[in-house]
């Protein structure tokens, strides 16, 4: 199946500093990428749907100028977390699709462990 | 809006023991279902998938049967190993738009 290769795999920052994510399809064109956020022992929440070079579509109550999401080719889309804070510590998973043609399947990267102190 | 239903768990099962996990959809049209299952410290990984009714998706000696008259794709396996100890997440998707989850059903495997 497809690869999707997300970086870093954990990251410990300080409390008001930004971190970024990021989300590459290896050997697809991905113009659809989906960030989801996965609480402790929960199920996995939608954050945003981004479309190459569209501006991503958010999800009620997620905050856009805190969650960046830019998606400016068809391999690659990033997260960056700002002015972060310890209830923004939670695992951020990527996926990725090629919308093109009738495939519905999605692609997940391995996952991101943040943890903001 | 579409929604997936699963039992919660955890479910603690010896070796060898038979697995049933729950999952039941409510969705408009015809989406496609999927079983992911998550090990610790772990993304997702796709277990099976199934795209139209009566479809079987099968992998690792998993299996589930897309029902569409009962709006159901249940997890099966007939012989459970502790490798199998992990979270598991039955998935909808629905003509390409996003995935939607279910809770998650943690599974521990007792040697």
């Known amino acids: 199946g497809a690869v999707v290769s997300q970086h870093p795999s954990w990251v410990i920052c300080k409390s008001g500093t930004s971190v970024k994510i990021e989300c590459r399809s290896l050997d697809f064109q991905a113009t659809t990428m989906f960030w989801y956020r996965q609480f402790p022992k929960q199920s996995l929440m939608l954050m945003a749907t981004s479309n190459e070079g569209s501006k991503a579509t958010y999800e009620q109550g997620v905050e856009k100028d805190k969650f960046l999401i830019n998606h400016a080719s068809l391999t690659l889309s990033t997260l960056t977390v700002t002015s972060a804070h310890p209830e923004d510590s939670s695992f951020y998973i990527c996926s990725a699709r090629d919308g093109r043609g009738q495939n519905t399947e999605a692609f997940f990267g391995q996952g991101t462990r943040l943890t903001v102190v | 809006g579409d929604s997936v239903t699963q039992m919660e768990g955890p479910v603690t099962l010896s070796e060898e023991a038979f697995l049933t996990i729950n999952c039941t959809y409510t969705?408009?049209?015809?989406?496609?279902l999927f079983w992911y299952v998550q090990y610790p410290g772990e993304g997702l990984q796709l277990l099976l998938k199934?795209?139209?009714?009566?479809d079987k998706g099968s992998n690792k000696g998993f299996e589930a049967t897309y029902r569409k008259e009962t709006t159901s794709f249940h997890l099966e396996k007939g012989s459970v190993q502790v490798s199998d100890s992990a979270v598991y997440f039955c998935?909808?998707?629905?003509?390409?738009?996003?995935?939607?989850f279910g809770p998650g059903t943690r599974l521990s495997v007792l040697p």
């Open positions: 199934a795209t139209k009714a009566d």
């Open positions: 969705a408009t049209g015809y989406p496609s």
């Open positions: 998935a909808l998707n629905n003509y390409g738009q996003n995935f939607v």
